[in-house]
């Protein structure tokens, strides 16, 4: 990924979806996984509805950490790599909102989705 491309993720997330970083940590991280071949740049595991950005620790417990993985499918972190991302919700823990995000950067926050999921929430 370009630095161009980064800076509208960077733009649309500002910070990582799990714990607020801002800094230096932040990554792109795939909803829904590539494979080990990865996936051509038309893809739509490649389009910007199925990437976030995620802080470095983030991204390794939702490959290495039961319990936060299941977390993160919870929260539309990580999806089928056979979903439509621009159909799955994907929850802002930082901002305390659910979102759609479009293949044209756009985020559109959902609000009251998911309401009665505070304890999911806060244990997080």
């Not at 990554?27 to 995620?54: E, V």
């Not at 089928?80 to 926050?109: H, I």
Request: proline share 2%.
């Amino acid at each position: 990924m370009n630095r161009a491309t980064f800076a509208k993720y960077l733009e649309r997330d500002r910070v990582c979806w799990h714990c607020g970083s801002d800094g230096d940590d932040l990554i792109p991280h795939h909803r829904a996984n590539r494979g080990h071949g990865g996936a051509g740049k038309q893809s739509i595991l490649n389009q910007p509805s199925n990437i976030i950005l995620m802080c470095s620790q983030a991204n390794f417990l939702m490959e290495h950490d039961a319990e936060f993985a299941a977390r993160a499918r919870l929260f539309g972190w990580k999806i089928s790599r056979y979903a439509d991302p621009t159909l799955e919700v994907c929850y802002d823990l930082w901002r305390g909102v659910y979102c759609y995000l479009g293949n044209d950067f756009a985020r559109v926050e959902v609000h009251n989705y998911g309401k009665g999921l505070n304890e999911n929430r806060k244990s997080f």
